[in-house]
């Protein structure tokens, strides 16, 4: 007798696998692994959550009509253009799906985030990784790895986890040298962060034609994580593609109405933004004076390069014997390296002072 048998191309994928949340043995645990807000939700989103408690017998309107009126208000777009989902990983394989399949090719960079992987592959594409320059997505090595079976290109603006970004010019040449055919899906999960004023999210690409869709959440900055909710903007037909393949009802209740709430809270965007410029500034100066080399980061977090994946291990080692959990990134091809999330105040000062005391002491060594 034989057991059911999946397509082949699902067995070559590696499980995504989350930041971890406690140390054993550990009281209390500082989790910098999965670049959450430094905040928590917002006050307005806790009050919303707790008044829907009488309402979870109902299932959510399917839509989400109100939450895509609160994105749009907010965000200055026509809600008819946004779908929602449950976070933007569920969208992300919905695009997948419905524009991949045997045949057809997904590329992404070689540092981007896994997900783009995990989804492709599932929905039958190949996937094809480029070369990036610096850690930092190349706009060329992506041309020139399209072929006629390219129809879906990935990338993460700012990149997780190196935390690199390209311009608004840089993405409107890619955008302007990819075949009309081909769909460049733009995640802009750290988008709220970025204060450069060369960037762009994604929404005038989207609004110049009929093959660009961005990607947004509410994990990060809005600090809705365990609700699962996201969003993107795209052009009318992939809008009318997404509703027919989404799930009926994927953004629940409690996430629609903590997510309203979030948008809502008054200066949130602002104190967040502020507070991560200035302490992301604060630890990469902190490290690199004490002999860690940090790469340029637009998000919040910061990638920290020890040189040698066992001095990486051994920081890390040295983090949690403290009772910081940071995030390791050999599955990204990045051993040598640790990804650090902007935490609180506090948060960044401890994890300063451990890495000054490890580099010092290893230094002895």
């Not at 807000?37 to 959510?60: D, N, S, V």
């Not at 997900?115 to 090595?141: F, N, Q, W």
């Not at 990935?154 to 840089?170: C, H, I, K, Q, S």
């Not at 075949?179 to 970025?194: F, G, N, R, S, W």
């Amino acid at each position: 007798m034989t057991a059911p048998r999946p397509r082949p191309e699902i067995l070559s994928i590696a499980p995504y696998v989350g930041g971890e949340s406690k140390i054993q043995g550990a009281n209390r645990a500082i989790k910098l692994s999965s670049n959450e807000g430094a905040f928590g939700p917002p006050p307005g989103a806790q009050k919303a959550y707790r008044g829907i408690a009488a309402e979870l017998h109902r299932y959510p309107e399917g839509s989400a009509a109100g939450l895509r009126q609160a994105i749009g208000t907010r965000f200055g777009l026509h809600p008819g253009r946004v779908v929602c989902g449950a976070g933007s990983d569920d969208l992300i394989a919905r695009l997948c799906h419905a524009y991949g399949g045997h045949g057809t090719e997904l590329i992404m960079t070689e540092h981007g985030f896994s997900m783009y992987r995990i989804a492709g592959l599932s929905a039958g594409c190949r996937v094809i990784e480029t070369k990036e320059r610096h850690l930092t997505a190349d706009p060329e090595a992506i041309l020139a790895a399209v072929s006629p079976a390219t129809r879906l290109v990935f990338l993460a603006n700012p990149n997780n986890p190196t935390g690199t970004m390209l311009t608004r010019d840089e993405l409107e040449r890619l955008r302007g040298g990819l075949p009309t055919e081909v769909l460049l899906v733009l995640d802009a999960a750290y988008a709220e962060y970025v204060t450069r004023e060369d960037y762009e999210p994604g929404m005038r690409l989207v609004d110049a034609g009929e093959n660009t869709v961005m990607t947004r959440t509410f994990s990060k900055m809005w600090g809705l994580g365990g609700l699962r909710v996201g969003w993107c903007y795209a052009p009318p037909a992939v809008v009318d593609v997404l509703h027919r393949v989404r799930e009926p009802f994927n953004v629940s209740v409690a996430g629609q109405a903590a997510a309203i709430a979030a948008l809502a809270e008054p200066g949130w965007w602002e104190r967040s933004q502020a507070h991560n410029a200035r302490y992301r500034a604060e630890l990469s100066s902190c490290l690199r004076a004490a002999g860690i080399r940090v790469w340029p980061s637009e998000a919040n977090f910061i990638l920290a390069d020890f040189g040698h994946p066992a001095r990486a291990n051994a920081a890390d080692a040295y983090l949690r014997a403290r009772g910081m959990i940071v995030r390791a990134v050999g599955g990204y091809g990045l051993p040598q390296c640790l990804r650090i999330t902007i935490g609180t105040a506090e948060e960044v000062g401890l994890v300063c002072e451990a890495l000054t005391d490890f580099m010092q002491e290893s230094g002895k060594a």
